[in-house]
């Protein structure tokens, strides 16, 4: 491992970064313990997803959130869901 850092100086020694980025995971997966239902469980998961994949692509989550659900009761197919995704929404 020593001769590995040695080699690169650019890497980090903690993995800080990698810990932060499923921390909203772990807190959610302690959450879906107690949903009532399957359906809750599910729907609080894709919520979690949108969220991340929203961070993940450097948006804002709740302006995406906001524009993702006052455009979906107009999605009609799959592809108009699709469409929606956050890295392909473009802001009003």
């Given at each position: 491992?020593?001769?590995?850092?040695?080699?690169?100086?650019?890497?980090?020694?903690?993995?800080?970064?990698?810990?932060?980025?499923?921390?909203?995971?772990?807190?959610?997966?302690?959450?879906?313990?107690?949903?009532?239902?399957?359906?809750?469980?599910?729907?609080?998961?894709?919520?979690?997803?949108?969220?991340e994949?929203?961070k993940?692509?450097?948006?804002?989550?709740?302006?995406?959130?906001?524009?993702?659900?006052?455009?979906?009761?107009?999605?009609?197919?799959?592809?108009?869901?699709?469409?929606?995704?956050?890295?392909?929404?473009?802001?009003?």
């Amino acid at each position: 491992m020593a001769t590995f850092m040695s080699l690169c100086g650019g890497c980090k020694i903690d993995k800080n970064a990698a810990e932060n980025s499923i921390r909203p995971f772990v807190i959610g997966r302690k959450n879906w313990l107690f949903s009532t239902s399957v359906g809750g469980a599910k729907t609080s998961a894709n919520l979690y997803s949108l969220i991340e994949t929203a961070k993940a692509n450097d948006l804002n989550p709740y302006a995406d959130l906001k524009q993702f659900f006052t455009l979906l009761p107009q999605a009609e197919t799959l592809e108009d869901i699709d469409r929606l995704l956050p890295w392909l929404i473009t802001s009003p």
